[in-house]
C-alpha cells in the first residue's frame, strides 16, 4: 500500500542529490571558464531573463587550536570568539555558567516543564493559556537495513 508511495519519495530524492551535485559541478564549470578568459564578472542573457555572475575569492583558513594554546599561552583566549557549535557540544559542561542570562538566552522547554510538573515544582495551572499546540505529522522513512544492523549491536 505505502510501498508505490515510499518509491517515489526515495527516487525524488535520489534525483535531488544527483541535481545538487549537477548543480555544483555547472558552477565549477562557470567559475573554470570565467578563470580561463580572466574575469570575474560576466552578464548572460537567456530569453528575457538578464543575469548577472559574479565570482569572488574567499579563503578559508582552519587553525590549529591544540598547538595555538600552547604557543599563545594566556594571550589564547583574546583571539576566540562564540562558536555555538561547541556550546552545543558542550551544553552540558556550559550550561551552568549561562544560568545567570539564561532568560535574556533561553527558551521554553517542554521537557523541562514536563519534569517540573511531574515533580510537583510547577503547576499545570501556571501554563493555562500561556502557550498553543498545534499537531504536525511528520513521516520518518529509514532504511529496515539499518535498523537491524543497530539491534544487533545492542
Avoid at 594554546?69 to 589564547?76: C, N, Q, V, Y
Avoid at 555558567?97 to 514536563?114: A, C, F, Q
Wanted: charged residues 30%; hydrophobic residues 40%; glycine residues 4%.
Amino acid at each position: 500500500m505505502f510501498e508505490p508511495l515510499v518509491q517515489q519519495i526515495k527516487e525524488l530524492e535520489a534525483e535531488i542529490s544527483a541535481l545538487q551535485a549537477q548543480r555544483e559541478e555547472l558552477r565549477n564549470q562557470v567559475i573554470a571558464e570565467l578563470t580561463a578568459i580572466g574575469k570575474s564578472y560576466a552578464e548572460v542573457k537567456i530569453g528575457k531573463e538578464e543575469y548577472i555572475l559574479s565570482k569572488k575569492s574567499v579563503a578559508e583558513i582552519s587553525y590549529n587550536e591544540v598547538l595555538l594554546k600552547e604557543r599563545l599561552k594566556e594571550r589564547f583566549s583574546s583571539i576566540l570568539q562564540v562558536d555555538y557549535r561547541k556550546i552545543k557540544k558542550n551544553l552540558h559542561a556550559v550550561r551552568n555558567y549561562l544560568m545567570p542570562i539564561i532568560e535574556t538566552i533561553g527558551s521554553v522547554n517542554k521537557d523541562l516543564v514536563k519534569a517540573g510538573i511531574k515533580v510537583g515544582a510547577l503547576s499545570k495551572k501556571d501554563f493555562a493559556g500561556a502557550f498553543t499546540k498545534t499537531e504536525k505529522e511528520i513521516l520518518f522513512i529509514k532504511n529496515q537495513r539499518y535498523r537491524h544492523n543497530s539491534n544487533e549491536t545492542r
